[in-house]
C-alpha cells in the first residue's frame, strides 16, 4: 500500500505541496495567508475568505504525485480547522 500525504495548494498561484500532518498543514495555511474556518466547496477543495470562487484551496490525501486518493474526513477537516484557529 502506498504512503498517503496530505497534500495542499493555497489558490491559483501556488504549487502542490506534501505534508505529513495537519500541524504542518494548519501552519503553512496560516502563513499562505488563510484566516477563519475553512468550508468544503468540493470532493478535495476548501475555502476561506482568502480563499474563494476558483481561487480555492485543494486540501486532500494522495500518493506519492499529488493524485487524490481520498478526501478528508469530516473529524481531519474539524481537526485542520481548529490547528488552523491556534496558529493564528
Do not use: I
Not at 1 to 13: F, H, I, Q, Y
Amino acid at each position: 500500500m502506498p504512503n498517503l500525504k496530505l497534500w495542499v495548494r493555497a489558490g491559483d498561484g501556488d504549487s502542490y505541496n506534501g505534508f505529513d500532518g495537519f500541524h504542518e498543514v494548519a501552519d503553512y495555511l496560516s502563513e499562505m495567508g488563510a484566516t477563519n474556518s475553512l468550508e468544503r466547496c468540493n470532493k478535495y477543495g476548501v475555502t476561506s475568505p482568502e480563499f474563494q470562487g476558483r481561487n480555492y484551496v485543494s486540501l486532500f490525501w494522495g500518493d506519492d504525485d499529488a493524485q487524490p486518493t481520498r478526501s478528508l474526513t469530516t473529524g481531519e477537516h474539524k481537526e485542520v480547522n481548529r490547528l488552523l484557529h491556534s496558529a493564528q
